[in-house]
């Protein structure tokens, strides 16, 4: 088994704000002000939708020249409902994150209808980001 390992080191610049450097980048992760944010980037929930439609123009696109058909236009829309209440401390009556997420895809191709629906169901089964979603993934936090 060949495992790729991926690495990210989050520094807190304020209790809202967070710098976050993955191989050559910088992410900025912050809330809205009326979270009591800086507005200085993205949420944590807002990067998660990111990150999903990052990986399925990945493995969508992939997935097309594998069956052989032409993308001309790719858009992925996102949007996920969640209660803020578990995180605030209020209420543990719902889960803290998305109940659930919802994913439009708008492609102009070369190919027909019935292809595009196997493609789809290529797409999800094989992203990575939407399995780490749709599936419990251990994560284990300890200090260094």
Not at 4 to 27: D, H, M, P, Q, R
Request: glycine content about 6%.
């Amino acid at each position: 088994m060949n495992l790729l390992t991926f690495k990210a080191i989050g520094y807190s610049e304020s209790k809202t704000k967070t710098v976050v450097e993955t191989s050559n980048f910088k992410l900025v992760i912050d809330e809205p002000a009326s979270l009591g944010g800086t507005n200085k980037g993205a949420n944590p929930v807002e990067f998660m939708l990111a990150a999903l439609a990052g990986c399925l123009n990945v493995v969508g696109n992939l997935v097309a020249s594998e069956m052989k058909f032409n993308i001309s236009s790719f858009k992925i829309n996102l949007e996920g409902d969640l209660d803020p209440n578990k995180f605030i401390g209020k209420s543990d009556e719902q889960r803290a994150g998305y109940q659930e997420i919802r994913v439009k895809l708008d492609v102009k191709s070369d190919t027909d209808s019935e292809t595009l629906e196997k493609w789809v169901n290529e797409i999800e089964r094989r992203c990575p980001v939407s399995d780490n979603i749709a599936n419990a993934t251990p994560v284990k936090i300890s200090f260094l």
